[in-house]
């Protein structure tokens, strides 16, 4: 089976890579000691603190081998190749609302990038594949969940 490739910023990609770091040299050290404790309190069989470790280790060791298959398969953003002459991951996007006139100011990225906070969507989203493409002053339609909804682009930037 293909793996997808995933996109990133340079931004996003050296997020993942700290994260990875800290996960491998700061956290597996904290589990590894909180598990070392937990066997001091004598049987495991009855020792929530064990398993409690134990849970907590393999997340994080699943969220490592997320982050280690996400980055040998990542195509990095090349700020140069991006344009405003229609939107693609990477852009920053003003819409204003058909409806009631209320601007969004988005940013398009790759999935493994997303924060609702910071309206950083990804291409994925439901606004997100109905911008891609697009260009300045087209009207766009979004189907979400919460009702269908019809914007204007009225900016796209670096």
């Known amino acids: 089976m293909a793996t997808k490739q995933t ?3 340079k931004e996003g990609l050296k997020n ?5 770091e800290h996960l491998k040299s700061v956290t597996r050290k904290e589990i590894a000691e909180k598990i070392k404790t937990a066997r001091g309190f004598g049987d495991l069989s009855e020792n929530s603190e064990y ?4 849970n907590e280790q ?5 969220r490592i081998a997320e982050i280690e298959a996400t980055l040998m398969n990542v195509r990095v953003l090349d700020e140069d190749e991006l344009t405003t002459e229609h939107v693609s991951v990477g852009n920053k996007v003003i819409l204003e609302s058909l409806d009631d006139g ?6 398009l990225v790759g999935s493994k990038e997303v924060d609702v ?4 969507l990804s291409d994925e989203s439901p606004i997100g594949k109905a911008c891609i493409g697009k260009k300045l002053g087209e009207e766009i339609t979004v189907e979400a969940p919460m009702g269908i909804k019809k914007y204007i682009i009225k900016e796209i930037d670096k």
């Open 58 to 62: 393999g997340i994080v060791e699943a």
């Open 7 to 9: 996109v990133l910023t």
């Open 16 to 20: 993942l890579e700290n994260e990875l």
């Open 102 to 107: 209320k601007v969004l100011k988005i940013s």
């Open 51 to 54: 398993d409690e470790a134990k």
């Open 117 to 120: 906070k910071e309206m950083k």
